[in-house]
């Protein structure tokens, strides 16, 4: 079960999505599996006007493994409000053949009761490469 509170929104927000990055990336177990510890079985998923339910979700998923080495989550804002959730951030990812990817990310989530994703809109954008 995950938690979510309007005080630690942003807090509760980044553990759950770097257990499930970790799960999801670095962990054995089928992504079927994994996805539906924090997703309820019927969720929907609209990224960039895309939709994704579990099959779409667990095929987009799938090269997370092959591909990321490293990644980390700079939550900028969460606001939650009863079992919705705003949040905006900037995933940073790192990749087998060792790019940087920082994608902006809007997220608009509701969550059941036990705390898994039951619906997420999301926008997202690439953001320019850091230049060293």
């Known amino acids: 079960m995950h938690t979510f509170a309007p005080d630690t929104a942003a807090a509760d927000f980044t553990t759950f999505m770097t257990s499930f990055t970790e799960d999801v990336?670095?962990?054995?177990?089928?992504?079927?599996?994994?996805?539906d510890r924090y997703y309820v079985p019927d969720f929907v998923q609209y990224n960039d006007g895309l939709r994704l339910d579990r099959a779409k979700l667990v095929?987009?998923?799938r090269p997370v493994r092959k591909?990321?080495?490293?990644y980390r989550y700079e939550v900028h804002e969460a606001v939650m409000n009863g079992n919705h959730l705003a949040v905006r951030y900037t995933l940073h990812a790192v990749t087998r053949k060792n790019r940087t990817?920082?994608?902006q990310v809007y997220t608009f989530a509701d969550l059941s009761a036990d705390g898994r994703i039951s619906r997420i809109d999301q926008i997202t954008r690439i953001l320019p490469e850091e230049q060293a």
């Not at 591909?67 to 490293?70: E, G, H, S």
């Open 59 to 61: 095929d987009h998923v």
């Open 25 to 35: 990336a670095f962990g054995a177990e089928d992504p079927g599996t994994v996805i």
């Open 101 to 103: 990817v920082r994608t």
């Open 67 to 70: 591909n990321v080495r490293d």
